[in-house]
Every structure is written in C-alpha cells, then in structure tokens.
C-alpha cells in the first residue's frame, strides 16, 4: 500500500511533527511505502541522527504550498492512503482512503479557504460589481497605502454586476511585488470557462474586452490560471508558498464613460476574506472526505465532538522510551518545554515563582532546571525568555535553553521530580487550546523514573494515575504541598517513581505501532 502522511510543520521537529515521524515508522513496519509530505525541504538523514530514529525506509516529497491546499488535493489522490496529520490544515483528500489525525479541533470555519472579500473602503458598497465569492488566493497584506492578495497556481472569482447597464470590460489591478530577477508569470484569464485573455509581460493594470456583455443579476465566473513560482525557487526566500501574482482587484465596468467616472470607485482591494455559509459547505465537504478521524487524546476526542459534532478514534502519541543515562538521581526538580510566548505556553513564571516560595519557605539543597527551545531569531521570544530569566535570578534555576538531545536525556535521568503547569490559570471551557492536549515530556519523565507532579487539567488527567504514578494538582500551593511530601516522603518517591516508569510503557512505539494496525483497519 502507498501511504502518504503530511505535516506542514514537519520541519519544526515538534511534538505533533515526532508523532508524523512515527506514524511513518509504523507503517513502513508493516510493509507499506510512506511518503512524508511537507513544504519546507528537510533532510531525514539528518532527521534520523538528531533523534536518534530509523527512517531509511521513509521517503520524503517536498509540495509547494497553495492556497486552500490546491495542490496536495491534487497531489493526495496518488496514495491508497492519507493521513493528514497537520495541525490547523484541513483540505478536500482524495485518496482510495483518507485519516485524519487531529492534534486539537479549531472551530469549523477557522480551516475555510474561500469566502467574500470585505473591501478596504465603504463606497465600494456602491461599486458596479461585487465579488461574491473568491478562493485560490491568500489573505490580504498591505504594506499600510494599498492592499493586495497573491494567488496561487489558479483563482475563482464569482462576480456579479450591480448596475443596470451591462458590463463590457473586465478590469484587473495588480500590486507590482515581483522581486527584481524574477520573469512575470504567464497569466490566462477565463471568462465562464471561455479564455478572453493570456499574457506574459509584465503589468500592473489589464482591461479586457469581454466577448459577451455580462448583465446585472447572473454571476459570472472568472478564473486565474498562472504559471507559479515561490521565493525559495527564485532564491529570494524560504518561503514555499506558491504564488501566481499579487492580486489588487477585479471588477466589470460598462462603458467608457463609467469606466473614466467610476474608475476610483470601482477599483476596491479587499481587506480580508471573510467565510460564510458557503465557506462552512466546503469546509464540511473537506472534513467529509476523510473515513476516519483520530485523536490524539480523550480531551481532544471531547473538543472534536463539541465543535465539530463528529466520533473519533483516541491514538495516543509515542513516547521516547529510550533508557536515559544510569545516573543516580539528584535533588533536582525539572521542567522540560519550548520558551515561548503567548497562551500555550508552558506557564514557566509561574512554576519558578512556586519554586522560589519554596526556597524563601526553608527548602534547601534542590535545583529547579528547565529545558526547553527557544526562536532567538524572534524578538517576541527572545523578550519572554529574558522574563524567565531575570525571574530566575538569585535562585538555584538552571535554564537549558536550546540543549542537545544528550542533554536533555541527562536531564532526565538525574532529575527526582517533573513539573508541568500548561493551563494554568486559562479557563479551559472558553480557551481549551491554552492546556496540554496530551503531554509527551511527562511520559518522557516518567519513562526515566521522574515522579510527575502536574496540573490536573485535560490531557495530564489521561496520562498520571494520582497516587499510583504521579501526583497532581490546581493551585501553586498544592504543587508546592504536593512537592514537599515528596521531599520529605523518599520512600514514597521511590514507590511513585517505580509506578511512573510502569505506567509509561503504555505509551511506548511498540504499543504504539500496534494501535495503528488496529485503528487503520477501522
């Protein structure tokens, strides 16, 4: 069987993207041909060394993006199975079979590809002819004095005229975005399936002569159809996005004398692309199109059925089970997530502040260490880290920013004790995308003999048995509390720890891998 799993992150090498990697490791197992799909390039030799997995089985197939995912629509009907395993993508698949994995739902109409254009301008209320529906193109940018929208390969405007005399010119603007090198694209323009156009020069304005008057009231369809090109091929960027050219409108003007009195009204750039009925039917004739739907956890089986009304299948995430270092283990606390900011972060302020009022309590002789990546090329990440930092200061807090896998696994293996805060403090019925959907490093921890202490929210609650495996809590005084015993308590460490290290080869890729067996054959 050909089997092709996407991930547009795949390159992130994040906890979502390891579970893509192990997805293909289990099916090439079992015999079939994978293809892991993505659109950034990403060497899996490299892959493989850096997490020390065997992917030699595995091909990789660089896409190039499209808007809606045009092309890996297209690309999908290939495979005799696809997995869209990437978190926010949603597109129409048509393979012989079709699974979705889903990390968390978003709400229906956040995966929309298509909508009606909301202009920039409110005279473009009284403009001669609306946009009533437009897909294969990107939301709108503006550069602050205009707007545009790059297309991709194709576009589909629906247009209708307003005013009562009919249309005889299309007009078409573009913004003129083209990096300098860069040839213009060949551009077909067709008219109700009809080809009134094709050039290939460069342009900022195109006034066609419509073959046939267009009247007020029927819709008119006009397509796009470009030679495409990303920045990464013209050497401009890494950017994989795959572009046509930078749409600022479209419109059907009458006569000569309406097109010079009402040029400025009706040449309108929109603002953004708004989703409406029409945009929910073919996000439900995408979500349609896939046979089954998987899980990656009960809590997000829960969100999936509340927004999206729909049974899934729960497939737990593999864990790196990999003996750590035979290292005796330490007076250390760990932590072990991304440095980052915004509302899925890994709540590191207030873990540390916990910490801290246990050392301003008399606690002595433990360390609090916390490992974690960070994009120092992001001034917005670069910002949250010098918080932890400088909130850190003074106390016995070891920052692993950025460690190497060896590191990490040293970590592991001496700490005693692993924390996890992801949600607190966020209302999980107004933000649930705020907790952990599953939680991959506690297993991690508890795989190396770490006794988890972590919050008794969403997906935490699936994996720590309180009192058999780990411990839990809701506030920063009973992770504090919680902690405290377990100083005090060492022969309760050793009985929780022994019973985290039980509890975690349920989550190992041997189990792992046989649960895909069974949920495919669904």
């Not at 289990?26 to 490299?46: F, M, S, T």
């Not at 205009?146 to 299309?170: I, K, M, N, Q």
């Not at 994996?463 to 992770?479: H, I, K, R, Y």
């Amino acid at each position: 069987m050909r089997v092709g799993i996407y991930n547009r992150w795949l390159a992130t090498l994040g906890g979502g993207e390891r579970v893509s990697l192990d997805l293909a490791r289990a099916l090439a197992l079992q015999g079939h041909h994978v293809d892991l799909i993505a659109h950034q390039p990403l060497d899996l030799a490299k892959v493989a060394r850096r997490l020390a997995l065997d992917l030699d089985a595995i091909v990789f197939r660089a896409v190039p993006d499209s808007p809606g995912s045009q092309r890996l629509s297209a690309i999908s009907a290939e495979y005799d199975l696809l997995i869209n395993a990437s978190h926010g993508d949603l597109f129409l698949s048509r393979a012989a079979r079709n699974a979705l994995y889903v990390h968390f739902p978003q709400p229906l109409l956040d995966y929309s590809a298509g909508g009606v254009p909301q202009f920039a301008r409110r005279s473009a209320q009284i403009a001669p002819s609306t946009i009533r529906w437009l897909d294969g193109v990107y939301q709108p940018e503006s550069d602050g004095a205009r707007y545009w929208s790059w297309t991709g390969g194709h576009a589909r405007l629906e247009v209708v005229r307003r005013w009562p005399t009919p249309a005889r010119t299309l007009l078409i603007t573009l913004a003129d975005l083209r990096p300098p090198g860069v040839p213009p694209p060949t551009v077909r323009v067709l008219v109700d399936g009809v080809c009134v156009g094709e050039r290939s020069d460069a342009w900022t304005e195109w006034q066609i002569r419509l073959p046939q008057p267009i009247r007020a009231g029927p819709v008119a369809t006009i397509e796009l159809d470009i030679t495409p090109w990303t920045l990464r091929e013209a050497g401009v960027a890494d950017d994989d996005r795959e572009r046509g050219v930078a749409l600022g409108s479209v419109t059907l003007l009458g006569d000569r004398l309406e097109a010079r009195l009402m040029r400025g009204l009706a040449v309108q750039p929109w603002r953004s692309i708004q989703p409406d009925d029409r945009s929910r039917a073919e996000v439900l004739r995408a979500l349609d199109s896939y046979q089954l739907i998987v899980a990656n956890s009960k809590f997000t089986q829960h969100w999936i059925y509340r927004r999206w009304l729909l049974p899934s299948t729960v497939l737990y995430p593999a864990v790196d089970l990999v003996e750590t270092p035979s290292l005796p283990k330490q007076p250390i606390i760990l932590s072990v997530g991304r440095f980052f900011a915004g509302a899925h972060n890994k709540k590191h302020l207030p873990m540390i502040q916990a910490f801290c009022a246990l050392c301003d309590a008399g606690l002595s002789g433990w360390q609090y260490h916390l490992v974690g990546g960070c994009d120092l090329d992001q001034p917005e990440q670069r910002a949250y880290l010098a918080q932890v930092q400088a909130a850190a200061a003074d106390y016995p807090i070891v920052l692993h920013v950025n460690a190497p896998l060896e590191e990490l696994r040293n970590c592991y293996g001496e700490a005693s004790i692993f924390w996890h805060a992801t949600g607190y403090g966020e209302d999980e019925q107004r933000e649930p995308e705020s907790f952990e959907h599953f939680g991959i490093t506690t297993i991690e921890a508890m795989a190396a003999g770490c006794v988890p202490v972590v919050i008794a929210k969403a997906g935490q609650l699936e994996t720590v048995v309180a009192g058999e495996s780990g411990l839990l809590w809701s506030t920063l005084d009973e992770l504090q509390a919680q902690t405290q015993r377990l100083i005090a308590e060492p022969a309760l460490l050793r009985q929780l720890a022994a019973g985290a290290i039980e509890r975690s080869r349920s989550f190992g890729f041997d189990v792992f891998a046989r649960h895909v067996a069974e949920v495919l054959r669904q």
